[in-house]
C-alpha cells in the first residue's frame, strides 16, 4: 500500500514515516503543499494522510484541488487545529478521518487499519449493486437506471459504506463511526437510519443481521 503523507514538521514527519515503513507501507512525505499535489498528479496512491496547515497549499485546500483533477484518494487530516469548522469543512471535502495532534504513532495505524476495513479501497470505481441499482463512490451518487437518487446526507453516507464494503458485513460500529463521526448513539437510532434508507430504496438490497449490522446484498 502506497502513501502520500503532507506533514511540515519534520520531526513528526521522519518519525511517522519510518513508523509506517516498519509496518509495511510504503510512503512518499512531502513538507509542501504544491510538491504533494504534483507528486499526487503523477503517482499512484491509495492513502492520503494530510496535515492542514501547510506551506504553498494547505492540506484542505490540496485535497480540493486533487478532487477537481478527478483525482479521487481516501484521506486521513490530522491537525492540532480544533475549531469546528476547519474539521467540518475536511468532512465536507470527503475525508475518511481527522486525528487531532498530538497523537501516538500505533494511533495512526490503528486509523489506517479502520479505513481500509471501510473503505475497501475501491473508491475509484462504480459499484453495480442490481440490474437497476449502481454506486459511483467517486460523486458519492446512488444511481438507479443511471438517474441519480435524491438521499439526505446521512443516507448517502450510509449506502457509500455499504457500497464500499458490498457482499460484507457492516457493523454498528463501522456506522457509528462512518456516519456519526463516533459519536455516542445507541443502535436502536442506527436502526431506525437504516430502517429510512430501506424505505427509499425501490428494491430489497440491505440484509439485517441481529446483533451484528447489516449487509449490502449484490443482486445480478
Not at 513528526?12 to 509506517?20: G, I, N, P
Not at 465536507?92 to 481500509?116: N, W
Not at 437504516?194 to 439485517?208: A, P
Request: aromatic share 10%; proline share 2%; charged share 30%.
Amino acid at each position: 500500500m502506497k502513501i502520500l503523507l503532507l506533514e511540515d514538521e519534520l520531526m513528526l514527519q521522519s518519525a511517522m514515516v519510518e513508523y509506517l515503513n516498519d509496518t509495511g507501507y510504503e510512503v512518499d512525505a512531502f513538507e509542501d503543499g504544491m510538491e504533494a499535489f504534483e507528486s499526487s498528479r503523477k503517482n499512484s496512491y491509495d492513502l492520503f494522510i494530510f496535515d492542514i496547515n501547510t506551506p504553498s497549499i494547505d492540506g484542505l485546500t490540496l485535497l480540493d484541488k486533487l478532487q477537481s483533477e478527478k483525482i479521487f484518494v481516501p484521506t486521513i487530516f490530522i491537525s492540532a487545529i480544533t475549531e469546528i469548522e476547519q474539521i467540518s469543512k475536511a468532512y465536507e471535502l470527503g475525508c475518511y478521518d481527522y486525528l487531532k495532534k498530538p497523537f501516538h504513532l500505533k494511533e495512526l495505524t490503528l486509523h489506517i487499519e479502520r479505513l481500509l476495513k471501510m473503505a475497501n479501497i475501491t473508491s475509484k470505481s462504480i459499484v453495480n449493486i442490481s440490474k437497476m441499482y449502481s454506486y459511483d463512490l467517486e460523486k458519492k451518487r446512488l444511481l438507479f437506471d443511471n438517474e441519480e437518487q435524491p438521499l439526505t446526507h446521512k443516507q448517502s453516507q450510509i449506502i457509500e459504506l455499504f457500497a464500499a464494503n458490498i457482499n460484507k458485513i457492516v457493523d454498528f460500529d463501522m456506522l457509528r463511526h462512518y456516519v456519526w463521526e463516533d459519536a455516542h448513539v445507541d443502535n436502536a437510532t442506527i436502526r431506525a437510519e437504516i430502517h429510512r434508507v430501506k424505505k427509499v430504496l425501490k428494491e430489497d438490497l440491505i440484509e439485517s443481521l441481529k446483533g451484528i449490522g447489516y449487509k449490502l446484498n449484490q443482486k445480478h
